[in-house]
Structure formats: structure tokens, C-alpha cells
């Protein structure tokens, strides 16, 4: 049976065909008409009778003893399209998986809990993953087949043959199943790790120097293809590279955000970041806009500002949140999810970058006089070229080397550039435009926020303040129930999905930082009460870790623990440092002890790949070098915070009152004719200061 099996996903495995989308029509409607979720709503019509993840679904699958065909995407998987349109809205393949199979489309951005279990598994039997992700299970939902995107005639053909082989040799489907589904449940065990000492600060240089090995010095990023931003990764090396006083991974870091904010990969147009780059210049992207990545981000650049004044990154996080304002806000408050890869190009075709890509011709006519230096600056040549006489705009030169080589001023550079620019997004915003995700996510949200607060913190526009406190307060509005938990999902007016760990962690995480910046304890409550809700509710004593889900959910085949940082860090990495900072403010609670217990159990991965863990990093930075408690009090108490919080000093936290507060750091410091402003470790300060530059060097 394992060979049938494995010959099956070799043989999908090596084919791959493309066709034109084909018209949708509406003659059939299923279940997910009643869904909210627009990837959902997308495959309403299909003939398939598809239906949602609910534990109804899965109960009449073991009542009719009918395999599951469980197919996750999202809204914006260019993939995801190109299948539903080869198979899904085909008649034939609607009747093969009608009748042998209950077909259940799955919103990976809804439903990451179960996308999690079944990636793990398709990786287990393939060695390889990625969306559409489509699985074949037993009726209680253990696995035992996966493929990705499979064309027509294979998938009709595989699913014929999977259905005969339930039929004529269920005990030995049922042994795979399980078999594959006790190694799901191995795969993601933690050892609680009580022996072990902290990481330290020489293993921590090691593990740095094994990955420089994999640093792409000239282009940025690694050295590899497609190039993903990884905004954790670099976000770590600024804090080490500034900590340790490391100028060649500051230089590395540079060289990175640089190139990024160059590259394709970067709407100079419209602003905002891609997916990723299929390339190793940053060239090309994956269309796909999505709210997580520029969140991060707009982070990251912020804080890259800070430590820089690099005009290139103020003015990425600039642009970065217009777009977003443009795209993605809505009147409640909330941020988007994304928008799609594809849109329909002249001839009313969905392609991939129809939306952002430039001719020659197109570019010409639309800017006369100016195209010799608009040409030059984004390599309007064979470096810029795609494909299809298409060009994507791509820097490789900064702007003094272009102004010299024209004899003129980078301000009269900066100048026309930016009115060319102004005269493409007025053609542009003629086109069709991509399709938006217009459901809201609690996790992603918080990301946003977070961005929101870095890009107040060290730009001090008030602009991005009012629209943090907007999004803020549509948070615990919408997304926060009665009794304290969180909704994973918001859409129509709707919210629904109980909140898994990540929802809970970024928004502890952003309220927090919003709390630093604003003063206002409400936003430290939330987050506190968020922490201990997480706690009660998510906490694994055995393993000193966080389930990603709570313990008042349905559990499939195992409740994930999730501690590799991806594009997003993991959950539980950003809850250890949540408890780190809440430990600094309320001592008595077991935050520290929590935190310094998750990072001992994972620690034994980094030696071997730090990457995968960079925001764990910071954990061991914060541990082993001074961490700073800032306390300021008195009538200036907002001044004095913005001033200091405008520094990178990623090892402090910052509280502030005009009188005594509730909380310990902010006790018995009150000085009635004066601000002052206290630095402490662990509670203990030194002489407290007037000035923010006096605080400043205390540190």
C-alpha cells in the first residue's frame, strides 16, 4: 500500500501544467455560500460540494464511512486559483470527489491550526509542502495522502485510485493513517528542559558565525532563491549587531533592507511590500501584498531608522503605511488581510502582476522628456526586464551616484522621480485591481499595530499614533469577548473563531508597546489580562510551553506547539518575551521564571539554526546583558518618554506617570516639583535624572 501510495505522489510530483483561467459561472452553489471567508466565498459556485470545517462535517464522515478530501488555500495563492479553475469548476472532477469523498475547503488564515497538522503531514509523506494543500484522510481527519497543485487528469486519476484502495484495503490505509499520525504527535514534542544552563553570549557568537555561512553580502538577505524578507531575522541582527558592536552584521543588515527597499519586491509605485522575490536580486515578486509582512515590516524599517537615519528607510515606512491606509484599512478600524497576486490584465485576464508590471511603450508615453533618467534610476534595460516585454522597477544605484551622473541635485532627482511616480499611480489606479482579502485577523492586526506604535516611536509622525489607537481600539471593541478571550477573525460586522495563541501573543505584544508610547495603563491591562487568559487557557505545565490552541477548542490528532520563527515569528517565542517585559513590571507574578524556562527548552536548536529561531535571539541578548527598567514621573512624564523612546535601546521598557501609578516601578519615586527619571535593573535605580540625554547615558 505505501508503494501505491508513494507512487502516486511521485508521479504529481513531476507534472505541472498551466492553462488560462476559464469564465466562472454560477450555475451550482454548495455550502460555503454561507461562509464570510473570501477564499471561502470564491469556491461558493463551484460544482464540488464543498463544505466548511465544522465538527458536524466530520461527525457525518464517520456516520457515512466516507473519506475526507480536505483542500486548504488562501485568498491571495496564485496556485490556489490556477487549480480551481483546471478542477474544481470542472464537471468530471466535481463528480469523481462528489461521490467517494466529503470535500472540505479550508481558509489557512482562519484556520491555521489545522493548516499547521496537515502541512506537517504532507511534508512527512513528500518531503515538500506549499498551497493549494490538498489532503485525503480517514473519516476522524488522520491523513495518509498529499499533494500540492495537481493538474486535471492526475488529480481525477489519484482520487480514483485512493477511493479503490479504502474500498479493497481499508486495515492497511487505517495503519498508514496511524502511523503517520503518532509521528505528527513525535514531531512536536518539548522537552521541558529543567538541567540545562542559559544559553550564553559566546554559544550565542557560534551559532551567529554558522549562519553568516548562508548571508548573501552583495545582494542582501541569503543565498538563495526565492528570497523571502524574514523581517525576525533581520530585526534580531540589528538588535545584536548594535548590542555586541558588531559592524559587519550591521553593514550585512544594511546591505539587506537596502536592496529590499530597491528591489521589485518593494511597490515603489504604490508602496507597500510583496510575498517574496522568485530571484536572488529581489527582483520579481510573488504579486501577493499581505498585511503580516508589512506590519513587521514597517517595524523593522522604523527601527532601522532609528539606528541609521537612513532616509531610504524613513521613507519605506512612510509609504509602506500609506499603502496600507489605502488598501487595507477599514472604516471599523480594522486592517485587511491581502491582496491577490493576480488581476485581470487588458484582455480581461486574471494574470500574475498584470496590475504592477510597466512596458517600454506604456512607460514612453506616459513620461516624455523624463524616461531617460526615469530609465536609469529603475533599470528600464535588461536588469529590469521580466518577461512579455514587461519590466519591473528595480534600483540598483542610490541616488547621489544617479544626480551625479545627470549634474543635478538629488533634490531635483527626488523631485522628479516622485512626480513620475505620481503620474504612474494615476495610470495605474485606472486598471483593474487586485482582488482584496477583506477579512480581518486578530494576529495580523497586531502586527499592524505593532508597526504602527514602532513608526510613531521613532519617527514621531502623530499621524501613525491616532491611526495605532484607531486599530487599537477596534481590537478590544471587536476582537476582545466579555469574558477576556479573543476572536480569531473579523468580517461584515461579524467577528467569530475563538483566537488561537498567535492571535493572543502580537496583540499582548502590540498593546504593550503601545502602552510605552502612550502612558495610558489601559492598553497594559488588556494586554496583562490577554497574558493571563493565555495562561489559564494555552499553557502546558508538562512541556513549559504554549499550545497554540486553548484548551477549550476541539483538538485534532494533537494540540500544536509552535517554536520555529517563519515569516511570522512563532507564537511562543513571542509570548516568552511578552513575559520577559511583564516580568519587569510585576516581579511577583511567575512571568520570569516562565519565560526563561521556554527559552532553556528550545535553545538546544540554535547552534544548529539560528535562523529559524531569531526571535527567540532577542530572549538571549535580554539575558545575559543588562536590561533596563525606565521609570519617569512628573509633569513632563509624556516629553521625556517620547525623547528617550525615540533611541534604539531594544533592552530597556519604558513607564511613565505624572503621579504615582499602580505599578511597583512607578512607586515611591514621585518628586512633586520636578520630573525625574529613574534607570533601573530589576528594580533597583540609580540616581534619578532630569534630562533624557542624562537617562540615555546611563544605559
Known amino acids: 500500500m505505501k508503494k501505491v501510495l508513494f507512487f502516486i505522489i511521485i508521479t504529481i510530483a513531476t507534472l505541472s501544467c498551466k492553462q488560462k483561467p476559464k469564465e466562472v459561472t454560477h ?18 459556485h463551484n460544482p464540488v460540494n464543498w463544505e466548511a470545517w465544522h465538527p458536524d462535517v466530520l461527525e457525518r464522515a464517520k456516520k457515512e464511512d466516507k473519506l475526507l478530501l480536505i483542500s486548504i488555500g488562501y485568498a491571495a495563492c496564485h496556485w490556489c486559483h490556477v487549480m480551481e479553475k483546471e478542477c474544481f469548476e470542472d464537471a468530471e472532477v466535481a463528480e469523481v470527489m462528489n461521490k467517494n469523498f466529503i470535500n472540505i475547503k479550508i481558509d489557512r488564515e482562519e484556520r491555521p491550526d489545522v493548516d499547521q497538522i496537515y502541512m506537517d503531514a504532507i511534508q512527512m509523506i513528500s518531503g515538500q509542502g506549499g498551497w493549494p494543500l490538498n489532503i485525503v484522510a480517514l473519516p476522524d481527519g488522520r491523513p495518509f495522502w498529499g499533494a500540492t497543485y495537481v ?49 550564553s553570549l559566546d554559544q550565542l557568537e557560534v551559532a551567529i558565525q554558522n549562519w553568516t555561512q548562508y548571508f548573501d553580502t552583495f545582494l542582501g538577505g541569503h543565498k538563495r532563491a526565492p528570497k523571502f524578507m524574514m523581517p525576525n531575522n533581520w530585526d534580531f541582527l540589528l538588535h545584536y549587531a548594535t548590542a555586541m558592536d558588531k559592524p559587519k552584521i550591521m553593514e550585512f543588515v544594511d546591505t539587506t533592507l537596502t536592496r529590499m527597499a530597491y528591489g521589485g519586491v518593494y511597490d515603489h509605485v504604490g508602496g507597500g511590500f510583496s510575498r517574496y522575490a522568485v530571484d536572488v536580486k529581489w527582483h520579481v515578486p ?30 519605506a515606512v512612510e509609504e509602506t503605511i500609506n499603502f496600507v491606509q489605502e488598501e487595507l484599512l477599514d472604516r471599523s478600524g480594522g486592517f485587511y488581510s491581502s491582496l491577490d497576486a493576480d488581476s485581470l490584465d487588458k484582455n480581461g485576464e486574471l494574470i500574475e502582476g498584470a496590475y504592477y508590471v510597466w512596458t517600454k511603450e506604456e512607460l514612453t508615453r506616459l513620461l516624455g522628456d523624463d524616461f531617460e533618467l526615469f530609465q536609469k534610476y529603475f533599470n528600464i534595460n535588461s536588469y529590469g526586464y521580466w518577461e512579455e516585454e514587461n519590466y519591473v522597477l528595480i534600483r540598483d544605484k542610490n541616488d547621489e551616484e544617479i544626480a551625479e551622473e545627470f549634474n543635478i541635485s538629488v533634490s531635483e532627482l527626488n523631485a522628479q522621480i516622485n512626480e513620475n511616480l505620481d503620474t504612474l499611480k494615476k495610470e495605474r489606479n485606472e486598471r483593474s485591481k487586485p482582488r482584496l482579502d477583506d477579512k480581518i485577523l486578530t494576529s495580523w492586526n497586531g502586527l499592524m499595530l505593532k508597526g ?56 499582548i505584544d502590540a498593546y504593550f508597546s503601545l502602552y510605552e508610547v502612550t502612558f495610558d495603563e489601559k492598553w497594559l491591562d488588556l494586554a496583562k489580562n490577554l497574558l493571563d487568559h493565555s495562561k489559564k487557557h494555552f499553557f502546558d505545565e508538562a512541556s513549559g510551553m504554549f499550545f497554540y490552541t486553548s484548551d477549550e477548542d476541539q483538538s485534532l490528532i494533537r494540540r500544536t506547539i509552535e517554536v520555529d520563527d517563519n515569516v511570522i515569528s512563532s507564537s511562543n517565542s513571542i509570548m516568552a518575551i511578552n513575559l520577559y517585559k511583564f516580568h519587569k513590571l510585576y516581579p511577583k507574578e511567575p512571568y520570569g521564571t516562565m519565560s526563561e524556562q521556554m527559552l532553556k527548552n528550545v535553545q538546544k536548536d540554535f547552534d544548529r539554526r539560528a535562523q ?3 526571535n527567540w535571539l ?48 512607578l512607586k515611591n519615586r514621585e518628586n512633586p516639583n520636578k520630573t525625574l527619571v529613574y534607570v533601573c535593573i530589576e528594580g533597583a535605580c540609580k540616581l534619578p535624572v532630569t534630562k533624557a540625554e542624562e537617562a540615555l547615558k546611563q544605559l
Open 27 to 44: 450555475e451550482h452553489t454548495n455550502a460555503l455560500i454561507h461562509e464570510t471567508s473570501p477564499y471561502l466565498l470564491q469556491h461558493a
Open 151 to 199: 493538474p486535471k487528469d492526475n488529480w481525477i486519476k489519484s482520487l480514483e485510485q485512493l477511493a479503490e484502495l479504502y474500498k479493497k484495503d481499508k486495515p492497511r490505509v487505517t495503519q498508514y493513517a496511524t502511523d503517520l499520525a503518532n509521528g505528527l504527535q513525535a514531531i512536536n514534542l518539548v522537552e521541558n528542559d529543567k538541567d540545562s544552563d542559559l544559553y
Open 286 to 315: 510573488h504579486f501577493e501584498k499581505m498585511l503580516y509582512d508589512n506590519g513587521q515590516l514597517t517595524s523593522l524599517y522604523a527601527k532601522a531608522y532609528a539606528v541609521t537615519k537612513n532616509e531610504l528607510y524613513k521613507n
Open 452 to 507: 504602527l506604535v514602532d513608526a510613531y516611536r521613532y519617527l514621531g509622525n502623530d499621524a501613525y499614533l491616532k491611526l495605532a489607537l484607531k486599530n487599537a481600539e477596534f481590537i478590544e471593541r471587536e476582537m476582545i469577548k466579555s469574558d477576556g478571550s479573543l476572536y480569531r477573525n473579523h468580517k461584515a460586522g461579524k467577528s467569530t473563531i475563538n483566537g488561537f495563541l498567535e492571535d493572543y501573543a502580537s496583540v
Open 612 to 614: 529559524g529561531f531569531a
Open 618 to 665: 532577542h530572549l538571549v541578548l535580554f539575558q545575559n546583558q543588562d536590561f533596563y527598567e525606565i521609570a519617569i514621573l512628573g509633569e513632563d512624564y509624556k516629553s521625556l518618554g517620547q525623547q528617550i523612546g525615540k533611541e534604539y535601546v531594544p533592552n530597556s521598557i519604558l513607564a511613565g506617570s505624572r503621579k504615582e501609578g499602580n505599578l511597583e516601578l
